[in-house]
C-alpha cells in the first residue's frame, strides 16, 4: 500500500511539472511580436550647412548718355542686346542740322553725332523706345552691362561673420533646380543697421547667362566630421520636449532595447551619435519604434 501510495504522488507531481512547462510554453508561444524595420549603424561622414537667400546683380554698368541735346534718328540696338565695345548704338541729328536739313547745303552728312558702346556687354535699360524723339544733352540713352561682372548678393547675419570669409566656398541653388559653385568675392565692410546684415558679394562659377535681381539660395558647410557614428533621422525618438533623445537598438534578432544617445550635428537625412558608442553594423529600427517599450520583442520585416 505504501508503494502504491509513493508511485501515486511521484506521477500527480509529475504531471503538474508537465503542465507547467505546457502553460509556460503556450504563454511563450502567444506573445505577440510588434513588426519593425531595421537598419545597421553607419560610420561615414556628415555635414550640415547653413542658407542664405540672395538675387544676382551685375558689378559694372556703363551708363551711355546723349553728348549734345538733339534728335534720336537712329537706334541700332533693343533691349537685351548684346554689344562690342565701339559698335554703334544711336545716330543723333543736332538741332542746328534739323533746322536746316531742308537746306541743299546740309545733305545729312553734317550735324549727325553717331553714340558707340563704352564697353561689351548686354543691355539691360533702354530708355530711347523710338527715333525722333528729343533728348537733351547728358540725357540717359541706355546701360549696358558686362556679362563677366555678374555677382549674387546676400545678407548675411553678423552672428555668422566668422563662418563667411573671403574664398570660402558655397553652393548656388536655383529655382529651376539647378545649382553651381561659387566663392565668397568680397565682404562689404558695412552693417545694416535695422537687420544687422552684412551684404557679402559671391562669384559664380558658371558660363550660364543669368539675368539681374534673379533670386536663389546660397548654402555653406557649417560643419562637416569624418568617421563618426551615423543613424537615419527617422530612426531617433525624443521626448515632448526635445531634451531627451534614444534610439531602439535590436539584440538577439528579436529583442528591442531602448538606448539614450547624445547627437551631434544632423542634416536632412543622417544624426551623428556621439554617445555611447554603437558598432558598425549594428541593428537599430527605423520603423515601427514610436511608442515601444524598452526590452520589447520584435520581428524584422523587410
Known amino acids: 500500500m505504501k508503494k502504491v501510495t509513493i508511485l501515486l504522488f511521484t506521477?500527480?507531481?509529475?504531471?503538474?511539472?508537465?503542465?507547467?512547462?505546457?502553460?509556460?510554453?503556450?504563454?511563450?508561444e502567444q506573445i505577440p511580436l510588434v513588426n519593425v524595420k531595421a537598419v545597421q549603424v553607419q560610420i561615414g561622414e556628415i555635414e550640415n550647412?547653413?542658407?542664405?537667400?540672395?538675387?544676382?546683380i551685375y558689378l559694372i554698368k556703363n551708363l551711355i548718355v546723349s553728348p549734345i541735346a538733339g534728335y534720336i534718328v537712329k537706334m541700332n540696338v533693343k533691349f537685351g542686346d548684346q554689344v562690342k565695345k565701339d559698335?554703334?548704338?544711336?545716330?543723333?541729328?543736332t538741332?542746328?542740322?534739323?533746322?536746316?536739313?531742308d537746306n541743299n547745303k546740309y545733305n545729312g552728312k553734317f550735324g549727325i553725332i553717331k553714340v558707340s558702346a563704352s564697353s561689351s556687354g548686354t543691355i539691360s535699360e533702354l530708355n530711347i523706345s523710338q527715333t525722333g524723339g528729343y533728348v537733351l544733352e547728358g540725357g540717359s540713352l541706355c546701360s549696358i552691362v558686362e556679362?563677366?561682372?555678374?555677382?549674387?548678393?546676400?545678407?548675411?547675419?553678423?552672428?555668422?561673420?566668422?563662418?563667411?570669409?573671403?574664398?570660402?566656398?558655397?553652393?548656388?541653388?536655383?529655382?529651376?533646380?539647378?545649382?553651381?559653385d561659387g566663392a565668397i568675392y568680397r565682404i562689404l565692410p558695412t552693417i545694416n543697421e535695422s537687420s544687422q546684415t552684412q551684404n557679402v558679394l559671391i562669384k559664380p562659377n558658371t558660363n550660364?547667362?543669368?539675368?539681374?535681381?534673379?533670386?536663389?539660395?546660397?548654402?555653406?558647410?557649417?560643419?562637416?566630421?569624418?568617421?563618426?557614428?551615423?543613424?537615419?533621422?527617422?530612426?531617433?525618438m525624443t521626448n515632448e520636449t526635445q531634451s531627451e533623445f534614444w534610439i531602439m537598438k535590436i539584440i538577439n534578432n528579436n529583442l528591442a532595447v531602448k538606448v539614450p544617445i547624445k547627437k551631434g550635428i544632423e542634416?536632412?537625412?543622417?544624426?551623428?551619435?556621439?554617445s555611447p558608442n554603437l558598432n558598425k553594423g549594428d541593428f537599430i529600427i527605423s520603423e515601427g519604434a514610436y511608442g515601444l517599450e524598452d526590452s520589447t520583442l520584435v520581428k524584422i520585416v523587410k
Not at 87 to 93: K, S, V
Not at 95 to 101: I, Q, S, V
Open 11 to 28: 506521477a500527480f507531481a509529475l504531471l503538474v511539472v508537465y503542465s507547467c512547462k505546457s502553460q509556460g510554453s503556450a504563454q511563450n
Open 208 to 236: 550660364r547667362q543669368l539675368p539681374e535681381n534673379l533670386n536663389l539660395t546660397v548654402q555653406f558647410v557649417n560643419a562637416r566630421h569624418l568617421n563618426t557614428c551615423l543613424v537615419p533621422i527617422e530612426a531617433v
Open 147 to 180: 556679362n563677366r561682372d555678374l555677382m549674387v548678393q546676400i545678407n548675411v547675419p553678423f552672428e555668422y561673420n566668422s563662418k563667411i570669409k573671403t574664398g570660402t566656398k558655397c553652393m548656388i541653388l536655383l529655382t529651376d533646380n539647378t545649382s553651381f
Open 267 to 274: 542634416n536632412e537625412n543622417l544624426v551623428e551619435v556621439l
Open 49 to 56: 550647412n547653413i542658407s542664405f537667400n540672395g538675387k544676382t
Open 87 to 93: 559698335d554703334i548704338l544711336f545716330e543723333i541729328q
Open 95 to 101: 538741332k542746328e542740322n534739323k533746322a536746316l536739313e
